[in-house]
Structure formats: structure tokens, C-alpha cells
């Protein structure tokens, strides 16, 4: 018997034995977290919209893994509120030996995120960040926990970071990239040069967290997002070069943050977004 529940994930395409909280190698958990929008607003339906979009995706290698997506984080509260009930959610997947996917939501819950993953793993990770801006920013708009600071806070707590697509910097982030060590592979050079293929530094550590900043892709394909950004990274590229930064390595959770889908809008983002998680977790299933 399938589950047709369209809060579920791949809903429409599970077996019950493979939507079990108990079972489930992937937990998927949406987090409509909107706190630190500085321009386009929706992010908090994005969770919904992508998991809505997943009911007429094709039945995929990963169900048989088993897929069971959570009730949504409490974002009514305070941002801070926010952040550290996803961070123990997270811890709790981890512990379990699943691997924790959210669902944003702005691209602030990632602090969250890889805290739980740290914690519970007791190590600092990689962070593969696909995304148009660097987040690298000293707090924005007043706020330490900014959508445009998130990896800031991140490298500074020792995490390393490597970002590919970035196209919208500022220099106070070019000079925390050089001093922060930060590997780069930004979206003019990406796609000017035709690069499908890439390899994180030996040194970069093998225990990787993706996150997927959907503005990463160009406008033509993604043009939901909170903050586009001309000159963006193609569908099949994108994935390509995510796989092949993947090889060698383990990746034990991800994000997919900032859609942001306009109401009785078009839906092509949404699925976009749904197929892409879909690809996104065959290709992390596979690094074991």
C-alpha cells in the first residue's frame, strides 16, 4: 500500500515499510523558517510547495532506502527558537544513523543544521555550498543570524567551506574567503569555462553537508527564489559538479533552502526543486 500523503516526501511513490520514522535511512524535515528576508519574501512556503511537487516525481532508487519527512519546525517562536529545535532535530536523526535533509526556509537554518550534525557527530564537518552569494557577511541588516552571514558564523566556529556558483559578493567577503581559507569556484568561471567536473583539496574533510541555496541556478530555470541572481548555473551542471566534489567522501546531511513560490504561481520552481532533491539525495546515498 502506498502513501499518498503530499506532506510525505515521494508520498505518492512510497511503500508503507519504506515510510517508516523507524526505518527511514533519509528524514526529511521542512522548516518554513522566514526571520532575515531582505528582499523577495515566501521562503516560508517553500517546505510545503517542494513536498506538494513530489507527488508526480518517479518512483527512484531512494525509497527503497526509506524516506519519512517530519512535522514541520515551529517557526512562530523566535529565530533563535527556531534554530535550536531544528539543531536537535538534527542531533536526533544523526544519532539514529539517518541522514538529515531540511527543507527551507531562508538559508539562516543552516546554522542550525550543521550545529545538531556536528554535535551529534562530534566533529567538525565540510560544508559544499552551492549558492549565488557567499554569506559571508558580519551580521546583515543587524541580525548575527542573517540569511547573508550564515556561513560566516560557520567558518568561524571551524568548519571548513567550500562554495561553487557564487556570482553577488561583496569585499568584506572576498577578504573572509583569503583569510578564511575558503575554496572557491564562482558561477562566471563555472560557466564561461564549461566546467561540469570539480575536486575538493585533499585536505578538505571526508564527513561533507550539502547546502543547496536554490538560487544557485539561474533565473531562467529558478526564478522562485527570494534573491535571483543573473548569469546562474544549469540544471544538469549543477548536479554534475555536486557529485563530483562528492566522490571520495561521505555526506551526511544536507538543505535545500529559498524557494520562494508565489501564491496560485507557476509551479515549474517547485518541481524543479522536487527533482533536483530527488537527484541531490541518489547521488548522496551513494557516498555510502
Not at 508526480?56 to 526509506?66: K, P, V, Y
Not at 519546525?73 to 539517518?98: F, I, M, N, P
Not at 566522490?247 to 524543479?272: H, K, W
Request: hydrophobic fraction near 40%.
Amino acid at each position: 500500500m502506498r502513501n499518498f500523503s503530499n506532506r510525505q516526501f515521494l508520498g505518492s511513490e512510497l511503500l508503507a515499510e519504506e515510510n517508516d520514522p523507524m526505518t527511514a535511512r533519509i528524514q526529511v524535515i521542512p522548516c518554513p523558517m522566514e526571520k532575515t528576508v531582505s528582499y523577495g519574501s515566501g521562503t516560508s512556503l517553500g517546505p510545503d510547495a517542494i513536498l506538494e511537487a513530489s507527488q508526480e516525481l518517479e518512483r527512484s532508487s531512494i525509497c527503497s532506502a526509506g524516506i519519512y519527512t517530519q512535522e514541520k519546525v515551529d517557526c512562530s517562536g523566535s529565530h533563535e527558537e527556531c534554530l535550536q529545535e531544528l539543531k536537535e532535530r538534527v542531533a536526533a536523526v544523526v544519532k539514529t544513523g539517518g541522514v538529515p535533509v531540511t527543507l527551507g526556509g531562508e538559508h539562516s537554518l543552516t546554522w542550525g543544521a550543521v550545529s545538531g550534525l556536528s554535535e551529534a557527530l562530534g566533529a567538525k564537518v565540510g560544508i559544499l555550498q552551492v549558492d549565488a552569494h557567499a554569506d559571508l557577511r558580519l551580521g546583515y541588516q543587524g541580525k548575527k543570524h542573517s540569511h547573508a552571514s550564515v556561513m560566516r558564523l560557520l567558518v568561524e566556529e571551524g568548519h571548513a567551506l567550500a562554495s561553487l556558483g557564487v556570482r553577488a559578493i561583496c569585499q568584506e567577503e572576498r577578504e573572509q574567503r583569503q583569510k578564511r581559507l575558503v575554496v572557491c569556484h564562482d558561477a562566471e568561471d563555472l560557466i564561461r569555462g564549461k566546467v561540469f567536473s570539480l575536486e575538493l583539496p585533499p585536505e578538505f574533510p571526508e564527513l561533507i553537508y550539502l547546502s543547496f541555496d536554490l538560487d544557485a541556478l539561474d533565473p531562467s530555470i529558478m526564478p522562485a527564489v527570494g534573491t535571483p541572481v543573473p548569469g546562474g548555473l544549469g540544471y544538469y551542471q549543477a548536479i554534475d559538479l555536486v557529485e563530483s566534489c562528492l566522490q571520495g567522501r561521505s555526506c551526511v546531511g544536507m538543505d535545500l533552502v529559498e524557494l520562494a513560490p508565489s501564491p496560485g504561481g507557476d509551479q515549474v520552481s517547485s518541481f524543479t526543486a522536487a527533482c533536483l532533491l530527488q537527484r541531490l539525495l541518489e547521488i548522496i546515498l551513494k557516498t555510502g
